[in-house]
């Protein structure tokens, strides 16, 4: 567990640059395929909460705020559900209707499906999957991203030896399994996989690299304490061919290159990602000839002092990226005016630990939570666990509201997802009725 | 993100359709059929080649009660078996541009294609389902077909279909996915808005989904390698 008392300690300096780090999240990084994005003020914020035993009732959990202003519960709790089991609760990903979210455990390997499209104040379960490990032959759901009609998994690991070593499946929206693709292991690859991300107008999918089970759901300071298991990290992104999802070419990324955002500006053919274990922003796009290539652009604090970024979140336009830095409990600000060269710009401390950060569409509200993994949150005092709203006027974060986990005995806050009042379906009664009877 | 660069450019694309369509709302000329398309905007890849890649079987495409532009009911499976199909949901109030007029006009472009194509016209259909049985009358839905009905094409079928009902549709809906959202009805225009998001399926000669495209893949020579793709299986 980290603690701060390790923090002098050189072997905790050397574990923490091999640290896996969680993210994905906010409404820029949703699936392009995602035709109804809340550009205006979001309602609530979804939060899938890692349950801690002996805390409400241990389980993982759905956690709705509300989180419009006129809300008479604005910041307040309004919902939870528990999906009965503790698995390591991690990412989400909305389906291309956004009606449903997918959410999984890193260590259980389940799938979780909610219904947010029939009362998006009162997520409910839908479906399971509770079979993607023995089916696939990966482990650790990772990624949920969104294609017309599937999903996309990335998982972290697999069924053989829990190294890192994986691939993703594709599903339909209706949780059957249609495709598994492994990650490239040829021409540099290293097998290793993590996040998802889409330019359909170049027919690219990128893929960014991290670690096995057998080193996420390690206790931390036995990891330290093994040389070869701290070897085993991703230090590769590959550009596939989006519509044969086939690999194209692997591009060396040393450090664990994590979130991957695509700029979602007009005429833009470029991502960027930030790769923990070195503290550095990667930028990802093709030279004059259309060959993809991946170089580093910039640092992200003093990696001698082992910030680790965790979480990154691009503007609308690509002109800024906030970056999440786990150790210092900082969050950070880059101008992306030219990505090639990302200045960093403002600096806040939000908490004594931070991993996801969220902005609304707008930008005029980011959202941050607490928690990285269950065994590698800081202990004591240093383990808040929080969700924290914050309004942001181009200068300054100013808190908005805040809700305490523990206070609240809900978990571990991780990843969180939006959602609107809006999302009303046509034929609401037949609708309902025709749901009912299919499921 | 990436799909907006795409709405852009076709939208670009569909500009011309985009003001048929808002000049008639609320009006008869609603039921119009678009004008003849302009050329879907240029696409930004080289998709790959027929054959060098597998498209998922991603679901049975559903199947339920429709009306054919004569009023006649048949099952949607009479409309999605033995040929591969290409099936787009719309309404004929439609005023979005990267809606249901970019469908008309990637399908109207396949249209073209298909009937140059002696090789895949016969093996080839295309089908417009309207998501709107209120207004989407099958005389509605004539109107609105009407150029192509009278154009015609030995061997080259493309259907226009609707519901005698919501309770007929919506099985349908829900088996493709594709949502239809109630939006605000400004005064004096024709209720409802569906807010939609545009979707293209891609049906096997079996009746199973194998390509769902949205604006970002929806060009005709992404459709057509898909076409040859499935033929060569």
Same mark, same amino acid.
């Given at each position: 567990?980290?603690?701060?008392?390790?923090?002098?300690?050189?072997?905790?300096?050397?574990? %923490?640059?091999?640290?896996?780090?969680?993210?994905?999240?906010?409404?820029?990084?949703?699936?392009?395929?995602? *035709?109804?994005?809340?550009?205006?003020?979001?309602?609530?914020?979804?939060?899938?909460?890692?349950?801690?035993?002996?805390?409400?009732?241990?389980?993982?959990?759905?956690?709705?705020?509300?989180?419009?202003?006129?809300?008479?519960?604005?910041?307040?709790?309004?919902?939870?559900?528990?999906?009965?089991?503790?698995?390591?609760?991690?990412?989400?990903?909305?389906?291309?209707?956004?009606?449903?979210?997918?959410?999984?455990?890193? #260590?259980?390997?389940?799938?979780?499906?909610?219904?947010?499209?029939?009362?998006?104040?009162?997520?409910?379960?839908?479906?399971?999957?509770?079979?993607?490990?023995?089916?696939?032959?990966?482990?650790?759901?990772?990624?949920?991203?969104?294609?017309?009609?599937?999903?996309?998994?990335?998982?972290?690991?697999?069924?053989?030896?829990?190294? *890192?070593?994986?691939?993703?499946?594709?599903?339909?929206?209706?949780?059957?399994?249609?495709?598994?693709?492994?990650?490239?292991?040829?021409?540099?690859?290293?097998?290793?996989?993590?996040?998802?991300?889409?330019?359909?107008?170049?027919?690219?999918?990128?893929?960014?690299?991290?670690?096995?089970?057998?080193?996420?759901?390690?206790?931390?300071?036995?990891?330290?304490?093994?040389?070869?298991?701290?070897?085993?990290?991703?230090?590769?992104?590959?550009?596939?061919?989006?519509?044969?999802?086939?690999?194209?070419?692997?591009?060396?990324?040393?450090?664990?290159?994590?979130?991957?955002?695509?700029? %979602?500006?007009?005429?833009?053919?470029?991502?960027?990602?930030?790769?923990?274990?070195?503290?550095?922003?990667?930028?990802?796009?093709?030279?004059?000839?259309?060959?993809?290539?991946?170089?580093?652009?910039?640092?992200?604090?003093?990696?001698?002092?082992?910030?680790?970024?965790?979480?990154?979140?691009?503007?609308?336009?690509?002109?800024?990226?906030?970056?999440?830095?786990?150790?210092? *409990?900082?969050?950070?600000?880059?101008? %992306?005016?030219?990505?090639?060269?990302?200045?960093?710009?403002?600096?806040?401390?939000?908490?004594?630990?931070?991993?996801?950060?969220?902005?609304?569409?707008?930008?005029?509200?980011?959202?941050?939570?607490?928690?990285?993994?269950?065994?590698?949150?800081?202990?004591?005092?240093?383990?808040?666990?929080?969700?924290?709203?914050?309004?942001? #006027?181009?200068?300054?974060?100013?808190?908005?509201?805040?809700?305490?986990?523990?206070?609240?005995?809900?978990?571990?806050?991780?990843?969180?997802?939006?959602?609107?009042?809006?999302?009303?379906?046509?034929?609401?009664?037949?609708?309902?009725?025709?749901?009912?009877?299919?499921? | 993100?990436?799909?907006?660069?795409?709405?852009?450019?076709?939208?670009?694309?569909? $500009?011309?359709?985009?003001?048929?369509?808002?000049?008639?709302?609320?009006?008869?000329?609603?039921?119009?059929?678009?004008?003849?398309?302009?050329?879907?905007?240029?696409?930004?890849?080289?998709?790959?080649?027929?054959?060098? &890649?597998?498209?998922?079987?991603?679901?049975?495409?559903?199947?339920?009660?429709?009306? #054919?532009?004569?009023?006649?009911?048949?099952?949607?499976?009479?409309?999605?078996? #033995?040929?591969?199909?290409?099936?787009?949901?719309?309404?004929?109030?439609?005023?979005?541009?990267?809606?249901?007029?970019?469908?008309?006009?990637?399908?109207?472009?396949?249209?073209?294609?298909?009937?140059?194509?002696?090789?895949?016209?016969?093996?080839?259909?295309?089908?417009?389902?309207?998501?709107?049985?209120?207004?989407?009358?099958?005389?509605?839905?004539?109107?609105?077909?009407?150029?192509?009905?009278?154009?015609?094409?030995?061997?080259?079928?493309?259907?226009?279909?609707?519901?005698?009902?919501?309770?007929?549709?919506?099985?349908?809906?829900?088996?493709?996915?594709?949502?239809?959202?109630?939006?605000?009805?400004?005064?004096?225009?024709?209720?409802?808005?569906?807010?939609?998001?545009?979707?293209?399926? %891609?049906?096997?000669?079996?009746?199973?989904?194998?390509?769902? &495209?949205?604006?970002?893949? $929806?060009?005709?020579?992404?459709?057509?390698?898909?076409?040859?793709?499935?033929?060569?299986?």
């Amino acid at each position: 567990m980290l603690c701060a008392r390790w923090l002098p300690s050189i072997a905790f300096a050397a574990a %923490l640059i091999t640290l896996p780090f969680t993210a994905l999240a906010d409404e820029t990084c949703n699936s392009p395929y995602m *035709g109804n994005l809340i550009k205006g003020q979001e309602d609530y914020v979804y939060v899938w909460t890692l349950g801690v035993p002996g805390l409400g009732d241990g389980f993982d959990k759905l956690v709705t705020i509300a989180a419009n202003p006129k809300s008479p519960d604005y910041g307040k709790v309004i919902h939870k559900v528990s999906v009965g089991g503790r698995g390591e609760a991690h990412h989400m990903g909305f389906t291309d209707d956004r009606r449903f979210l997918w959410a999984g455990g890193l #260590d259980d390997s389940k799938i979780v499906v909610f219904d947010v499209g029939t009362d998006p104040a009162k997520p409910k379960i839908v479906r399971r999957i509770n079979d993607f490990a023995t089916k696939t032959g990966f482990v650790g759901p990772h990624t949920y991203y969104a294609m017309p009609g599937r999903m996309l998994v990335q998982g972290l690991s697999n069924t053989k030896d829990k190294g *890192g070593a994986t691939g993703f499946a594709v599903y339909s929206n209706r949780g059957e399994l249609i495709n598994v693709v492994s990650m490239p292991t040829d021409k540099g690859g290293d097998g290793y996989g993590y996040d998802l991300a889409i330019n359909p107008q170049k027919n690219v999918m990128l893929s960014s690299s991290f670690t096995g089970h057998a080193n996420y759901m390690r206790p931390l300071d036995k990891l330290v304490g093994d040389a070869e298991a701290m070897k085993k990290f991703g230090s590769t992104m590959v550009v596939w061919d989006l519509k044969a999802l086939q690999p194209r070419k692997v591009l060396a990324v040393p450090g664990a290159p994590l979130e991957i955002r695509w700029s %979602l500006r007009d005429g833009d053919n470029w991502a960027i990602t930030a790769a923990a274990l070195t503290s550095k922003l990667w930028l990802i796009k093709p030279d004059a000839s259309g060959e993809w290539g991946a170089k580093e652009v910039a640092t992200i604090g003093d990696p001698a002092k082992i910030p680790l970024p965790v979480d990154i979140s691009i503007n609308r336009d690509g002109s800024g990226l906030w970056v999440n830095t786990f150790m210092d *409990g900082t969050t950070r600000y880059f101008d %992306l005016t030219n990505p090639e060269q990302p200045k960093q710009t403002y600096e806040k401390v939000t908490g004594k630990q931070v991993n996801m950060i969220s902005q609304s569409w707008d930008g005029k509200r980011v959202y941050i939570a607490s928690s990285l993994l269950a065994n590698w949150d800081k202990t004591g005092d240093f383990n808040e666990q929080f969700v924290r709203a914050f309004k942001w #006027d181009g200068k300054e974060l100013t808190p908005a509201f805040e809700v305490d986990f523990i206070k609240e005995k809900l978990g571990r806050a991780h990843h969180m997802k939006f959602g609107a009042k809006s999302a009303r379906l046509a034929y609401p009664g037949v609708r309902t009725a025709s749901a009912e009877s299919t499921r | 993100m990436s799909s907006l660069r795409a709405l852009a450019a076709t939208a670009a694309g569909a $500009l011309a359709l985009l003001g048929v369509t808002l000049a008639g709302a609320g009006a008869a000329a609603a039921h119009e059929p678009p004008a003849v398309p302009d050329p879907p905007a240029v696409m930004d890849f080289v998709p790959p080649a027929p054959g060098t &890649y597998q498209l998922h079987a991603i679901m049975p495409a559903p199947d339920g009660p429709v009306l #054919d532009v004569r009023g006649r009911r048949a099952r949607l499976a009479r409309f999605t078996r #033995d040929k591969i199909t290409l099936l787009s949901f719309i309404y004929t109030n439609c005023a979005d541009a990267r809606g249901c007029p970019l469908a008309y006009q990637v399908l109207h472009a396949m249209y073209d294609r298909l009937r140059e194509s002696p090789d895949l016209r016969e093996r080839v259909r295309l089908v417009t389902l309207s998501f709107d049985p209120v207004h989407d009358t099958p005389a509605a839905m004539r109107r609105y077909a009407n150029g192509v009905l009278a154009e015609g094409s030995p061997g080259l079928e493309w259907a226009f279909l609707t519901t005698a009902s919501a309770r007929d549709l919506v099985p349908l809906l829900d088996g493709f996915g594709q949502d239809v959202r109630l939006e605000p009805t400004a005064n004096g225009t024709r209720a409802p808005r569906l807010g939609h998001v545009l979707k293209v399926f %891609l049906i096997d000669p079996r009746g199973i989904v194998r390509e769902i &495209y949205t604006t970002s893949y $929806l060009f005709p020579d992404v459709l057509w390698n898909d076409i040859e793709t499935l033929r060569l299986e």
